[in-house]
């Protein structure tokens, strides 16, 4: 494999100095060399040259979300196959680009371009899904981490028609879990179907997804938010615009129910649930309103259960809507930068280096919440 070693000045901006164009033929990578359990592995692979239709980019920060700890250790259902021995993961890369492969010159990206890798990495732009708007349920995707390598290295190939431009003045720390965590959000707050001055409860929302959320339902769309979490969560939530903050521990049985119809008068006009328990779905639908949206966002583990309060007649009477969030679409993801650009979001992380990530990934199977921990690549 042979690169073209060139270094050049870029005039866009960069937040971290000159862009240096020097491709090294082996970059170091984060592998999961024993999928099943939780371990990763520094290795050196070799860096790929982009196709046509593809950009290659030098990564300088990674998003680690829970759902990699999903492919790392197979343990969702959801997913078809299990992860091969060698998997790169890794899906909330944030990088410059460093190389445009064949027939990209058309696509308006240009190298030194600030870029982002998602989940879905790349789309068909040709199915239903894809012609609805709704790319990131494209049939014909590939996954960022999941059979295709990921974020977890300091060089990736991405979509030239697919990344997400980084809008500037936003750091990359701070662009990598808006990525993933932020976009899965801000598109469940739409399932919601609510409007300003509307009630929403966010469960797990002191969490990596969750923390964003209230940021972004509080002061991003004037949402009054009820935030449920563990009493060690209380500040994060508070500070990131929460009205009211429910610590589940206090609450015997279905008693946080009565709470929030409390605090609401006749309860919530939608509840998102962004962790892992089917007991927390259960009470949620208890404490909406007539025409109230429940929307599920996060995948409880193990073998998958149904909610326990979603029977037909009880939704019939009180009108409600039970919606699934997955990844948001392209136009969800500049949207939410754009929040974070303008410093109505602020996600909280914590900058570790690339060889951190097996205990990241034993602190966020401890937590078995969404956690963010973002990676330094350089
Ligand atoms: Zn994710
Ligand atoms: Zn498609």
Known sequence: MTHTNTTAKTTNGDLNGDLDLTIPQRHRA??????????????????????AGEVLIRLTHSGVCHSDLGVMTNS???????TPAGQIGGHEGVGRVVKLGPGVESSGIKVGDR??????????????????????????????GYFR????QQYVVGAADYVTPIPEGLSSASAAPMLCAGVTMYDALKKAQVKGGEWVVI???????????????ARGLGLRVIGIDHGSKRGLVEASGAEHFLDFQQFAGDDIVAEVVRLTGIGAHAALVANTSNKVYEQALHYLRFNGTLVCVGVPEGVAQP???????????????????????????QEVLDFAARGVVDPHHT????????EVSVFLFCLLISYLGDLCLS
């Open 203 to 217: 469960s797990g929302a002191g969490g990596g997804l969750g923390h964003i959320g209230v940021q972004i339902a």
């Open 149 to 152: 390598p990921g974020t977890f």
């Open 30 to 51: 984060a592998i999961y060399d024993k999928p099943g359990t939780i371990s990763t592995k520094l290795v050196e692979v070799d860096t790929p040259e982009p196709g």
């Open 351 to 358: 900058l570790v280096h690339l060889d951190k990530l097996t």
């Open 76 to 82: 969702w259902e959801t997913l078809p196959k299990p």
């Open 307 to 333: 909610i326990a309060s979603c029977k037909p007649g009880y939704l019939m009477v009180r009108q409600l809507t039970v919606a699934g969030a997955c990844v948001g679409n392209r136009r969800d993801a």
């Open 115 to 144: 870029v982002g890798v998602k989940w879905v990495a790349s789309v068909c732009h040709r199915c239903a899904p894809c012609l609805a708007g709704v790319d990131g349920l494209c049939i014909n995707s590939t996954v960022s």
